[in-house]
């Protein structure tokens, strides 16, 4: 039915998802990001339906309910989801469509989509991957520590996807990207 392509981009929060996938989508018209909903606060600078569709957990809730969801787990005390509309449409209009999320909702889309391209990040380490959580400076103490333990929890499903990759330099790391997204499809 569809003609494009799902790539799962997944890994620690603070492992520079965020910064390659922008990188990717300004290098290749033909990627696009599915915009994900979240009961998470916006944090300063980030700006509703282009970060994320921040919603209530009623709002939430209601989108479990009805489906509307392809995928969406609890991440540090708040809903994180994927909504199924935008991602069907694109992927009708045969683009490939990039989902950046976390452990939980990466293994879901395998059970919906096993056909989608599922990409781990590796941080160089903890040590590192706790001081770019402090650095980047978006969140309280308390919130750093919870997204580290999960980073072990989520360091252990590594092995489950398709590829992983270790971001110890940011320009290695994209180039390493784009080998694995850009190359011709298997029929
Ligand atoms: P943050 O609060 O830092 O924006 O995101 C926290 C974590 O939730 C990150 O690992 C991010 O990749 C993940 N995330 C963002 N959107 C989604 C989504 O739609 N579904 C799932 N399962 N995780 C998401």
Redesign the pocket.
């Known amino acids: 039915m569809e003609s494009g392509q799902l790539i799962v981009i997944?890994?620690?929060?603070g492992v520079g998802?965020g910064t390659l996938v922008k990188s990717l989508l300004q290098r290749h018209n033909q990627l696009s990001l599915?915009i994900?909903?979240?009961t998470?606060p916006p944090r300063a600078g980030e700006t509703n339906g282009k970060d994320?569709f921040f919603l209530s957990r009623p709002e939430f809730e209601a989108m479990i309910e009805t489906g509307d969801l392809l995928?969406?787990?609890e991440?540090?005390g708040?809903y994180?989801?994927?909504p199924r509309q935008g991602v069907e449409d694109k992927l009708q209009q045969g683009e490939q469509v990039i989902?950046?999320?976390?452990v939980?909702?990466?293994r879901k889309i395998q059970q919906s989509f096993p056909q989608a391209m599922r990409i781990f990040i590796f941080p160089p380490s903890l040590t590192v991957l706790e001081e770019r959580l402090q650095k980047r400076g978006?969140d309280d103490p308390e919130i750093i520590a919870q997204r580290l333990d999960h980073a072990k929890t989520e360091i252990a499903a590594a092995d489950e996807f398709d590829y992983t990759i270790v971001n110890d330099d940011l320009d290695r790391t994209l180039t390493q990207l784009e080998q694995i997204i850009l190359q011709p499809e298997k029929s």
Not at 10 to 13: E, L, Q, R
Not at 99 to 102: A, K, Q, R, T, Y
Request: charged fraction near 20%; proline fraction near 4%.
């Open positions: 997944t890994g620690p929060s998802k599915s994900s909903a979240t998470r994320y995928e969406w787990a991440y540090a708040n994180y989801g994927t989902l950046e999320i976390e939980v909702g990466a978006k």
